[in-house]
Every structure is written in C-alpha cells, then in structure tokens.
C-alpha cells in the first residue's frame, strides 16, 4: 500500500492533520515575512537618521571650530564668552581645552564623565566622535582638534532615541498585527485550499458504504480534475470487478441450477413413485435433504447477482401486506405460525412482492435452520407500514455479532453460506425499511423488519 | 379436468430439461412432445396441436418472444414462459408478447403442472349461476365460453374470456389483483400482479371500442377492476 509522498514530513509531524499543517505552515509565513520587513526597515531608518545627525553634529562643530579658532586669535580673548556666542541649540554643550584647562558653556559636561580613551584621542590631536551614555541619556560626542586647541562638542540623542522607540514599537504592533492576520488567513486558506477534499472524502464514504456507482463531479480545476478522473476510474474499475465477481457468481449458479433442477426433479419423480426398499430410504431421504440444501445456497447465490444483472430496481405492487407474509411465513415453516394483529389484517401496502416473499422465507428459513426452529412470526401496526418479528427458539444472537450477521458470508454455522441474512438486509432496504436482530422476551432471537410504508 | 389426452409441447433447447419435465408431465398422465428450436416447435404446433405451449425464452435460432407473437398469431393456445430469472424485462416483455403465464427457472415439476392444469381449467357456469352476463354492448356467455359485442362474436383466448367472466360475475363490485390471480390463474399469495395488468390491457384492446379511453374494463386505483356497463 501507498501513501501520500510527504518527504518534509517525520513520525511526528506525521500525526498532525493536512490541515492543520497547512494552517501552520501559512501563519510562519505570516509572522516571517513582517518580521524580517521590520527589522530590515528598522535598520536602515535608524541607520540613515543617526547618520544625518551625526553629519549635522560634525557640520555644526566644525563650523564652530572654525569660529573659535578666528576669535581665539584675537587679543586677549574671554574664552567663555567666545563659546556662548556660538551657535548652538540649547541642549547641547560645548567644551573646550585651551592652554591646559577645561572651558565649557553653561550647560557643560564635566570632562571628567567623559570616556577617557576618547578624551586621549581628540587630546592627542585627532578628530573622533563617539556615541556614548551620559547620566542623561544616549549622546554623540565630537571632539575636534583646533590649532593645539581640543573642541568638543556633546550632542544629546534622547530625541533620537524616542524616536527609535516609536518606530519599533510601530513596527512592533505592525508586525504582530500582520502575524495575527496571516493566522487567520491561514486558517481560511487551510480550509479553503482543502475544501475540494470534503466531496472526495463523502465520495470515498460512499464507496465505501457499498454506494459502487458514486463518483466525483469535475470541479474546473486543473489539479482537482486530476484526483477527480483517477478517483473516478478507481471506482469504474472497483465496479466493475464486483460486477464480474456477481455475474461469474450468477452464471456459475445458473449452470448449477439446471443441474439442480434436473436432480431435484428427478428426486421428486423417485418420491412420488412406489416405496423404495427400505435400507435405500435412509439414504435418499439424505440426499433429497442435501439436494434442498444446496439449492437454497444456489438461489441465494443468484439472488446476490441478481443487483449487478439489472434487476435492482423494485416491482411495486399493492398487497395485503399481513397476508403476504403470513403465506411466506407459513409455507416456509410448513405449519401456520402467523400472527397478524388486528389493526393490520387489512393493510395494504406497495411492495415489491418478490423481494418481500424472499426476505420472510429467509428469516423464517435462519430461525428453522439455525435458531431451533421459529416460534412465531407476528405482525404489527408501525407507522403507514408493518413492523414483522420473526421469533426463534434457538441460542439468541450475541451482542457482538448482531451487525455482522446481516453481512455477506457471515455464518459461523456449518450449512449455511452466509448470503440470507444479507439479502433481506438489501430487500429490506430497497423498500425504506429496516432489519435488526434482538432477544425475545422468554429466550431466543427476535428479528424485526420495519416496513415504514408509504409517505414516511 | 384430468390431464389425460392433454397434449404439452415443450420447447427447450437444454435436453436434461426436456428430459426431466417430459418424464414429470409424462408421468402426471400428459401427451408430451418436444422440441429443440423455435422452428421444430412451431412446425409441432401445426401438426399436433397441443393444448398447452411451454415455451423457453432462450432458444438458438430465436428469441422466445418473437416465438410466443408467431404463436399468437396463428392460435389461441395457451403459452407459459420460461423465464431463467424473475428479471422484469424478461416478465413483462413475456407477457406482452401473448404469454398466457410465466414461470421462473428453476422449474419443479410439480409447480409447473399446478399452473397448466390452472390454465386448462374453464370458464364454464357454476352451479346455479347465470350462464349469460350482458355489460351493454357485450354479452358473455359462459357455457358457450365466448363474448359478442353487438352481436358479433370476438376473438378472445382461454385465458382472456377467464379474466372477463371472473370480473362479470362479480356484477359491477371490484375485483382486486389477488383475488383475479387467485381465480384466473390459480396463484395464491405468490402470483405475480402484472400478469393481470397485461392481460387486463389485451382484453381492453378486443372489448372496449377505444381502449385507450376503456367504458366496461375500469381501473379501481389501489384495489383492481370492475366491469361496468
């Protein structure tokens, strides 16, 4: 047997549904995608924003340098009043090493706070910035050497950093947003994309069910119309192997019948003929037996091939519904075992009679064979129709079995074929009834067989 | 009526059939004769008129059905089908084609001669009974065993004038299927109904002046027939 080729598929994985797997496999999707979106879009914002402010820091200081520079030229020159006159915005500070001290505006950073490899950097005459903590948040420090002269300038970046903030958070909630959605769309699509399944799985049922001529409408889609046409020429051929197996069945058994029919014959020609001599009456007392027997099992067999030759559809006739099955019920027996209830004697119904006959002549013949012989046969008012109890003095059926004996070639009995039970399940079927068996009160088997009627 | 000087002709082409009915009916006190082919029967037919025809319908050189019309044409025997199954098509086709009855494989002897002594059973008065029935324009005499419609004779079969008589005596009541395959055909529960219904249909063709519109042979919806006049 084959399975569906699922090579990304383990054990486990395995146990989860198609479904399910699909649902799954569209909401990674979902969550993936933003989140790679974001990240990406995170980094190159915040990329390109702390590289304009740091370009517009190094502009502002330079340009500062340039204007220390020029006034620090001049003759004896108030270095603090030289930084406050620079341009500036007002949260940021400016610090200045000019002959060996620390200047700074009013707002100044100690220059101790300041990270000392970057102090001995610019010190050393080298132009740096560096984004670094301070005690009040995220800043970006230039320090530009000017003429023996250090110029450093703090710029703090806690505007930047909200901003860094909100937009993480946004793509945050974008994000999340888009994975929820993704779940969701997942789950539709899942069942939308499996949707087409539900008519292969009802039609599998079917199939399964016995339904043999069930097959799959096109459904306009390519792929579909692929599993269509291969489901549909599995059940073509399914059909028709159990057609062949029913018409080798009933060929077989008709040649078997004339055969039959020719001994049962003759049987009954020697029967009605003068006595035979009396160690041959044992004998053929047996053989006429096993001659009835087995064309029993013969016509059943027949009966089973008789749905794929044509004959399935009903002959619905008018009867009197507890007359009928008194007069199968009582030839069957040989004696009058027939109780029709009063409500009933006159009921007609339409029935096909043939099949009607049939399935009494076998619950009566199960109950002589198999269930030491019927009790009675009774029939009573159910709905437009009858209910038939066919009851038998035999072991009863166990629980267990109660459905399978209605199934062909279910006999544990030695005798029997298994095929009876069966067709008055499909005889009783064909009509709108139904067929069960229980126990009968007082020990023995009850089988009941529903005949709703007309109309119902 | 005793079986005695009552002539059977069989046609089958499977001899353990012929064989073994012939050895039954022989052995019930009927004239048995036998053939083959639809040829070799027909051409016993004219030469030894029988009194019953058992007709198979699977022969050889022709279907049994066309047989049963060529039969039909010429006489008013009474033919019995033998049908291998109760296959509806097979039944009703039987039957359309004039069969006066039908019978399914497998045949025992002794159902076999129930039906043939039920369709050579007449139609003859019963004990104090009227032996004329008139339903307007047809008179059916029983004894007589023939029907005039305005004085004309017509050309019913044994098993046609049975099925009108039975519905004349019950003098306008309904007639259901049962009770006609009970009293025409000698069935008893397991008779199968369209055998009425056919012959029903073939009377109406022979006694009704439109048949498609039938005055005397009236259809009781659910329950059977009844003659009116």
Known sequence: ?456 | MGAMNRRVLLIDDDPRIRQVLGLALRGEGYTVDVAETAAAGLATLEDNPPDVVLLDVMLPDEDGFSVCRRIRSRSHVPVIMVTARTDSHDVVAGLESGADDYVSKPLMAKELSARIRALLRRAGPRQDETETFTVGELTIRLREAEVLRDGIPLSLTHTEFKLLAELAREQGGVCSRETLLQRVWGYDYFGDSRIVDVHVSRLRAKVERDPSHPRHVVTVRGHGYRLVP
Request: charged share 25%.
């Open chain 1, 1 to 456: 047997m084959t399975g569906f080729p699922r090579p990304w598929t383990d054990g486990r994985w395995r146990r989860v549904s198609l479904r399910t797997r699909v649902e799954l496999a569209l909401a990674a999707t979902a969550v993936l995608v933003p989140l790679v979106l974001s990240v990406t879009v995170w980094t190159v914002v915040t990329g390109y924003v702390v590289g304009q402010r740091e370009r517009a820091a190094l502009a502002q200081a330079e340009s500062n340098v340039t204007v220390v520079g020029s006034a620090l030229e001049r003759p004896e020159p108030s270095v603090p009043d030289v930084l406050e006159g620079l341009p500036r915005a007002t949260d940021t500070a400016i610090l200045l090493r000019h002959r060996g001290e620390w200047y700074g505006t009013s707002l100044a950073t100690d220059p101790e706070a300041l990270p000392s490899a970057f102090l001995d950097v610019v010190t050393s005459g080298t132009a740096a910035s560096q984004r670094v903590e301070l005690g009040d948040g995220p800043v970006l420090l230039v320090g530009l050497p000017v003429g023996g002269m250090t110029y450093i300038q703090v710029f703090p970046l806690v505007e930047l950093d909200e901003t860094h903030r909100t937009l993480s958070a946004a793509l945050l909630g974008l994000s999340t947003a888009a994975a929820a959605a993704g779940v969701l769309l997942g789950r539709v699509a899942g069942r939308r994309a499996l949707a087409p399944l539900t008519p292969v799985i009802e039609a599998t049922r079917s199939i399964a069910a016995g339904n043999l001529t069930t097959r799959l409408d096109a459904a306009g889609d390519p792929d579909l119309d692929e599993v269509a046409r291969a489901f549909n020429s599995t059940a073509e051929r399914l059909q028709q192997r159990v057609a062949e197996d029913e018409r080798f069945a009933g060929d077989v058994s008709h040649e078997m019948r004339t055969t039959l029919m020719a001994m049962l014959n003759a049987f009954e020609l020697v029967e009605s003929g003068p006595a035979l001599p009396r160690r041959s009456q044992e004998p053929f007392a047996l053989l006429g037996r096993e001659l009835r027997r087995f064309s029993v099992m013969v016509e059943e067999l027949l009966e089973i091939s008789r749905a794929g030759d044509g004959d399935g559809e009903l002959v619905l006739e008018q009867v009197v519904i507890g007359e009928l099955v008194a007069a199968a019920a009582d030839r069957t027996a040989g004696r009058p075992v027939t109780h029709v209830s009063p409500r009933v004697e006159r009921r007609r119904m339409r029935v096909d009679k043939r099949r009607i006959v049939r399935a009494v002549t076998n619950l009566v013949h199960n109950a002589e064979i198999h269930g030491s012989g019927v009790v009675q046969v009774a029939v009573e008012p159910y709905a437009q129709g009858v209910r038939i109890f066919v009851d038998d003095a035999g072991p009863g059926v166990p629980p267990d079995r109660r459905e399978r004996i209605f199934q062909r070639f279910a006999t544990d009995t030695p005798g029997g074929v298994g095929l009876g039970l069966s067709i008055v399940a499909r005889h009783v079927s064909q009509h709108g009834g139904a067929v069960w068996v229980g126990d009968r009160p007082g020990g023995g088997a009850r089988f009941v067989v529903e005949l709703p009627g007309e109309g119902s």
